[in-house]
C-alpha cells in the first residue's frame, strides 16, 4: 500500500487534522462517514484508511451509486439469486458479500433513492442481508465508509434522504477541506503528481519553474485535487522539454484579474475553454477519449463543446 501512503499528502494544518483523524479510525469497525467538495480526495482516504489497518489485505471494494440505474444498484450492492428478475441467469453475489472482511465504500451516497436507503439502513443496523430473490441472510463483514460532497443535512430537510439513515451514519465523519483551504498541500501533490505522470509523458525529469509555481500557489482550484492533477497532465503533454512553464498549463489558472489594469488584456472564459480544447486535441492528433482525459472531463462533454465551437 505504500503508493497509497504518497498520494496522500498532508502538508497544510488542515490535512494533518485529517490525517490525525483518519489514523485514530483505521480499525474502528464503525460506519465512516467522508465528506468534502468533488475532486478533494475522499476516496484516496478512504484506499489510504483501508492500506493502514488491519483489513489491508482484505478486498477494496467501491460502488458509484450516483452512475449506476436505479435498477442495478441493490443488485450490484446485495447480488441477486438466478430467476430474480428478468435477465438474472444466474446467481450472483453482491458488492458487500464479496467485500468479505475488507472495505466496502458507498461513493456518492446520497444519490441512493429512498427505498435503496431504507434497505442500507437495515443492513448497517442488523449486519445481515439477502440477495434479491432469495431467503438466506448473509452477515456483513466489510468495513463500510460512505462518500459524498452533497449535504445531507439539507437533503434530509429537502425529504430526498433519509433521517434515520442519515443519523446512521453520522457518527465518525471526517470532512476534507477544499483545496483552497489547505494551500500548502498544492506544491507537495503537484510534485507527486509529476512523479507518477512525468514518466508517462516522457518526462521522468519534469519540474515546475518558479512562475509555474507561483501559477499553482495562487489559482483558486475550484475542482480540487482531481483539478490540479489534470492541469499537471495538461502541461506535460504541451511541454517542449522537462521544465514546465506558465504557458504550458490551461489558461484558465491565470484567468484571475491581478488589477484593473489588466482587465483589458483578458479573454472570456469560453474563448479560454475553446483555446484549451484546441490545443488538447491537436497535441492528441484528435483522439476524443485521451483528450477527455486530459481535460477532466467526459467523452460526451468533449464531443458537445467540440461540436459548439466548431472543432470538427
Known amino acids: ?32 462517514l467522508v465528506t468534502g467538495e468533488s475532486g478533494t480526495g475522499k476516496d484516496q482516504l478512504a484506499r489510504w484508511i483501508h492500506g493502514q489497518g488491519a483489513r489491508r489485505d482484505s478486498p477494496f471494494l467501491k460502488i458509484d451509486c450516483a452512475s449506476l440505474p436505479r435498477g442495478l444498484v441493490e443488485s450490484e450492492l446485495f447480488g441477486h ?13 453482491g458488492r458487500l458479500e464479496m467485500a468479505g472482511n475488507g472495505t466496502m465504500v458507498l461513493d456518492e451516497v446520497a444519490a441512493l433513492d429512498l427505498d435503496a436507503q431504507a434497505k442500507l439502513l437495515r443492513v448497517l443496523e442488523e449486519r445481515t442481508f439477502e440477495r434479491l430473490g432469495g431467503t438466506e441472510s448473509l452477515h456483513l463483514n466489510a468495513r463500510v465508509v460512505a462518500l459524498t460532497n452533497a449535504d445531507l443535512e439539507k ?26 483551504d489547505r494551500r500548502s498541500d498544492v506544491l507537495p501533490l503537484a510534485a507527486c503528481f509529476l512523479h507518477r505522470l512525468g514518466p508517462v509523458h516522457g518526462r521522468a525529469d519534469a519540474r515546475l519553474d518558479s512562475a509555474s509555481a507561483q501559477l499553482l500557489e495562487d ?48 479573454s472570456s472564459l469560453e474563448d479560454m475553454e475553446k483555446d484549451a480544447i484546441r490545443a488538447t486535441l491537436e497535441a492528441t492528433h484528435f483522439k476524443i477519449a485521451r483528450s477527455a482525459e486530459i481535460l477532466g472531463i467526459s467523452r460526451k462533454t468533449l464531443l458537445d463543446k467540440r461540436k459548439k465551437y466548431g472543432l470538427i
Open 219 to 266: 489559482y483558486s482550484w475550484p475542482g480540487n485535487v482531481r483539478e490540479l492533477k489534470n492541469a499537471i497532465e495538461h502541461a506535460l503533454v504541451f511541454a517542449s522539454d522537462s521544465t514546465l512553464t506558465p504557458q504550458n498549463f490551461p489558461a484558465i489558472l491565470g484567468a484571475a484579474p491581478q488589477g484593473a489594469g489588466s482587465l483589458a488584456g483578458l
Open 81 to 93: 439469486e438466478r430467476g430474480a428478475f428478468t435477465g438474472a441467469v444466474a446467481r450472483k453475489p
Open 1 to 32: 500500500m505504500s503508493d497509497l501512503e504518497v498520494l496522500w499528502v498532508a502538508e497544510d494544518p488542515g490535512s494533518r487534522r485529517v490525517l490525525e483523524f483518519a489514523q485514530k479510525v483505521v480499525d474502528a469497525p464503525t460506519t465512516l
Open 155 to 180: 437533503a434530509v430537510r429537502a425529504g430526498r434522504f433519509r433521517e434515520d439513515l442519515f443519523f446512521r451514519l453520522n457518527v465518525l465523519v471526517l470532512a476534507v477541506p477544499p483545496l483552497r
